[in-house]
């Protein structure tokens, strides 16, 4: 049975195999990392599997050398038979055999719940010598104390039939039977009670759906311990370091069994203020640093401030779209015009690199620690076809990934300010992590507010209205957090509405919240006029018809690129004149495409500014940066949004039409014959568009200058 994948993943194992145990049952392993010390992360079988443990690998392998297995019975692993006994010795046994089969002589064992920690104390017991410690979150220890008092009702009528199953009496064997998915909805609902955590509880259904119910259900053999008095001997066993970390609203084992525990073993025993039964998923900022301190690496020092020295900036531009870097290396410019000596370093991944690298912009080298964004971009892509509020929030891995490499960098380095343009993963995890701020912290972005696709019905309407509403909170519960909110525009750029039912209106709210730059351009359109030169100095000729078609920096583009090329085969029987320049960009092959007469085909151009300056017809996707670049120059073009897609289909659209662009034209209507006609009629149009202002990277940068005052003070 296949693992549920929810997002790309951020970082693929550096190998995987199968541990066979004494029954010849398969246990399915990865490693990762090369650390001279390893944490092993046992899976709470058979109920989920390793991908629990998804915002830990990437940060953790970094430091350490990192396994995670799926138990037997869920994930990639082999299925006990559901008619046989489950055998109480199996979880601790499959952790040894896992650990002898990656040549795991001792390690750190990270555990969760029940079927994670007490394997781990059996282990420690009986094989001292293999366990260097344990982290237990969430802790359960059989009869070491009872569960929660709203459990005990419904667990004392497991195996009856109930006239109704509401609440905590969906833990009941007959409905789990009738009804496996609405029992583990209710029940991951229950072990994650933190407001926003819609995302982390669909996780946690489907790793449950991996496995079955049969299995859930499956009668002991031999139960994990006999006695209480069993269980408080083997525990008094355990000689190794403890840290126990336990949510104080965990819904599932409460705190007497983990109190318990910490008693028989002198652990340390934290508490995680606001936190349910699965921090890691949920907090894993806050675990990730607790593990790593706990398995003797110890938390990086922080950075000491300096007198006298060259001032610098850490800037984090977001990967899915090359008009993000422009802008932000207009701004950088800018700044280092206002800020004499100011050093400005960008943590970023390709395909940005690539530009940054030709503007002769400095890249940290813990970029390279980067898990790849652009990679899940493409992976979420159909034709034409990009879901962007969806791939944002199956990104979830890779954003945590990203963000612990931020954490690391500030950490080690002093940076006077923190520049973050669209970088979700540094505005999320600082306002659930406020302690973590160091620096003066400036967030920019073009537009604001999550918006629904039709296509998303209720179940979408209400996601997008919960992303916005924990926005607004982190906002409201740590208002300076932010020392700058730059919104890339104008008031009136500001799409009409609302957050969400019961949420503040959106223009109303970016107003109160945000300072105004302009939009901000990567050139004066002044410099540009000259078309017909452009076009000599860029080897085309000015006398003929110049199309040029780009799609941006991710590889979704290509379906549009070929549909265009065939329209311009068409439009060569009305203009036959007629040259067609068609940018693939860093991420698309122009090998794809077959040779079209009048047409040129090129990969990533980096001075694409000065190709749309001079040509008489662009085709583009509908990213803001590319169109406004359009609107700036004062040319014709035909933008077809990527479906789905809600911030081009919305937001950018109604930023447009208060430039009078053009409207945009829907992919479905884009057929060649139709999408050949419309570019035979905009060759012939004279444009009108408001004018744009050529100020905003300065004004922008006017705006954060102030703050490397603070940030070295």
Known sequence: MSITET??????????????????????????????????????????????????????????????????????????????????????????????????????????????????????????????????????????????????????????????????????????????????????????????????????????????????????????????????????????????????????????????????????????????????????????????????????????????????????????GLGHAWRDVAIARELRRQVPGLRVEWLAQPPLTTLLAACGEIVHPASTDLAPEAKHVDAESREHELHAFQMLRRMDEILCANFMVFDDVVRQERFDVWIADEGWEIDHFLHENPELKTSPYVWMSDFVGYLPMPSGGQREAFLTADYNAEVIEHIEQNPGLRDLSVFIGNPGDIVRGKFGPGLPSIPAWTKQHFEFSGYALPFDPKDLKNTRALRRELGFDPERPLIVATVGGSAVGIHLLRRIADSFQLLRRDVPDAELLLVCGPRIDPGEFAPVEGMRVAGYVHDLSRMLACCDLAVVQGGLSTTMELVANRRPFIYIPLRDHFEQNFHVAHRLRRYGAPPPTAYEDATPDRLAHQMAERLRTTVTYAPVETDGAARAARLIAPLFRRGRR
């Open 7 to 320: 997002g790309t993943r951020a970082r693929q194992p550096d190998s995987s195999g199968y541990a066979v145990g004494g029954d010849g049952l398969r246990i399915y392993y990865e490693v990762f990392g090369h650390g001279p010390k390893t944490i092993v992360f046992l899976p709470a079988n058979p109920i989920s599997h390793s991908r629990l443990w998804k915002a830990q690998v990437h940060y953790l392998a970094r430091h350490f050398r990192v396994i995670a297995y799926d138990g037997r019975g869920n994930g990639l692993s082999d299925h006990p038979d559901p008619k046989g006994k489950w055998m109480g010795g199996w979880y601790a046994q499959d952790c040894l055999t896992v650990m002898d089969a990656t040549e795991t002589n001792e390690a750190v064992l990270v555990g969760e719940c029940i079927d994670g920690v007490y394997p781990s104390i059996q282990l420690a017991a009986s094989h001292p010598d293999r366990v260097q410690g344990i982290v237990a979150i969430g802790t359960g220890v059989p009869l070491l104390g009872d569960r929660p008092e709203h459990r005990r009702a419904s667990i004392a009528s497991f195996e009856d039939v109930l006239d109704s199953n509401e609440g905590w009496f969906k833990f009941n064997s007959h409905y789990m039977k009738q009804n496996y998915r609405g029992f583990l909805e209710f029940f991951f609902g229950e072990m994650f009670p933190e407001p926003h955590s819609t995302k982390q509880i669909e996780d946690a259904v489907a790793y449950g759906l991996d496995g079955g119910v049969e299995l859930l259900l499956m009668d002991d053999a031999l139960p994990v311990a006999e006695t209480k008095e069993e269980v408080e001997a083997l525990c008094r066993q355990v000689r190794c370091p403890i840290l126990m970390i336990q949510g104080d609203r965990d819904n599932c084992q409460g705190d007497e069994r983990a109190r318990a525990l910490a008693a028989l073993t002198g652990a340390r025993y934290l508490t995680l203020e606001g936190a349910g039964h699965i921090p890691a998923a949920r907090h894993p900022v806050r675990v990730n640093h607790l593990i790593r301190g706990f398995a003797g690496d110890g938390s990086a020092p922080r950075a000491t401030r300096q007198a006298r020295r060259t001032p610098r900036a850490l800037l984090v531009s977001s990967p899915i």
